[in-house]
Nanobody, 115 residues
């Protein structure tokens, strides 16, 4: 089993920044793929950014140039630095952990961008 603990969400004004963290613990072998997804009310969950076990990063077009995903493999933690936030970034953000046999999801952290 793998446990995921997310932190860093909150309320921010348009143009502001937030940094999300997701720490994984438990039965972790090797370097997993990890990423961030989000789901706004009435919408499907969508990819925001992910990072493969080899370190390749992938971003949704809507966040390219504004968000940066990074990882500390020693701490099994993935980060999402979000800059120039827009109201349309408002959603629940979920951390995803993908081992070779299973996918785990964090409980989600709310990000609200509003003036």
């Amino acid at each position: 089993q793998v446990q995921l603990v997310e932190s860093g969400g909150g309320l921010v004004q348009p143009g502001g920044s937030l940094r999300l963290s997701c720490a994984a613990s438990g039965s972790i072998f090797g370097i997993p793929a990890m990423g961030w997804y989000r789901q706004a009310p009435g919408n499907q969950r969508e990819l925001v950014a992910d990072i493969t076990s080899g370190g390749r990063k992938n971003y949704a077009d809507s966040v390219k140039g504004r968000f940066t995903i990074s990882r500390d493999t020693a701490k099994n933690t993935v980060y999402l630095q979000m800059n120039s936030l827009k109201p349309e970034d408002t959603a629940v953000y979920y951390c995803k952990f993908a081992s070779s046999v299973r996918v785990y999801w964090g409980p989600g952290t709310q990000v609200t961008v509003s003036s």
